[in-house]
């Protein structure tokens, strides 16, 4: 698809040497007019992937919960979820795609110079891949979910136990020192991984790693729910949780074929490869329940799922299908691992497993790009030969895995300075619901 766009623009050129100089300072004066279709497009994936955030990742943690807490986490979800949204808006896409950069900060960090969107009008366009645009607006606000749902990811490790208050101001600094900054670095048109060659379609880095490794240092520092791990935590929903599920699948379709900004083959890839990675992930999870004496679970497959999707994601346009289904598989049987064996082993209290899916399936997803990227896998190649590819991924991945750590180490220590972070003891046995929102899921 890329050969062809290169050559359409070769056959353009040819045309417009032949203009009349009249024709050709007409056609330079026009100003680009998005592709109605890739517009279209747009605007569908961006509303799948707000369907990912709520109902979809409400009800998927909700119904892992106990019920005490099932109201006040999908509420937490989905405030954090409308507080990034303004934040975005505010300064937010600025930061990670502003036209300036801050000085000393180049390939770091954008600039301020579209603080409140200044300068974005209807007719304002952003450029996708090829020669096609798109409209800002519908740019912005495909990049404004990604930013949403990464901060509700990390909502995952610290549910049962953290302050709606914590986790709002938690949400305006690690958005302001994490996400933006990170977001700019792969996607930014100056951006340091996008400058060295590292591939991530979909997010891998910017969405999963960032939320993962976030999501297991606020962990640690918040400290385990009271009674975790003598006392059975069990999920009070799984047919919510399932339900869930399947709405995070069907949205990731906008997340990872939206994430080409045209309605081209390379989408058409990033959609199949979403469809067999999951399928792969879901059903190698519930094989490895069997192979290690348990039986194939609900909640087997639904973690499976998501780690699938997880791992596909910085992959989705970046390999073929057969990588993708071998990716999923890896992911799949890796992940359950750090959820079952890791996490009890080494005692830390990631309540909902955000690290142990998202970040594990992020990093092998993210390292896994640079193998399968090859032509050998059936990918579609690029500048790198295999091995220079593979080190770029982890340097993308170290690099990403240290700036979240750092950043999320200092957005708690500010929550919980201004609000105590956790909630109180009695507050914990009784539920979040009635004790942080006054109203309970169920009578």
Known sequence: MRNALKLAGAAGLSLFAAMPAWAQEAAEAAPAVPNPGNNAWMMTSTVLVLMMIVPGLALFYGGLTRSKNMLSTMTQIGAVACFAMLIWVIYGYSLAFGDNTIAGAEGYIAGFSKVFLAGVTSDSTAATFSDEVISEYVFISFQMTFAAITIALVLGALVERFKFSAMMVFALVWLTIVYFPVAHMVWGTDGVFLDMGALDFAG???????????????????????????????????????VGTGLLWVGWFGFNAGSELEADGTAGLAMINTFVATASAGLFWMLTERVMG???????????????????????GNVGPFGAIVLGAIASIICYFFVSKVKPALGYDDSLDAFGIHGVGGIIGAIGTGVFHDAMFGGPGGD?????????????VGTTIVWAAVGTFIAMIVAKALTGGRVSEEVEHEGLDIGEHGERAYN
């Open 204 to 242: 891998g880095t910017v969405v999963h790693i960032n939320a993962g490794v976030s999501a297991l240092v606020a962990a640690l520092m918040l400290g385990k729910r009271k009674g975790y791990p003598n006392e059975p935590m069990p999920p009070h929903s799984l047919t919510l949780t399932m």
């Open 384 to 396: 790198l030969a295999l091995g220079a590819q593979v080190g770029v991924q982890a340097l993308a």
């Open 294 to 316: 348990h039986k194939g679970s609900a909640l087997g497959w639904c973690s499976g799922i998501i780690a699938g999707l997880v791992a596909v994601t910085p992959a989705a």
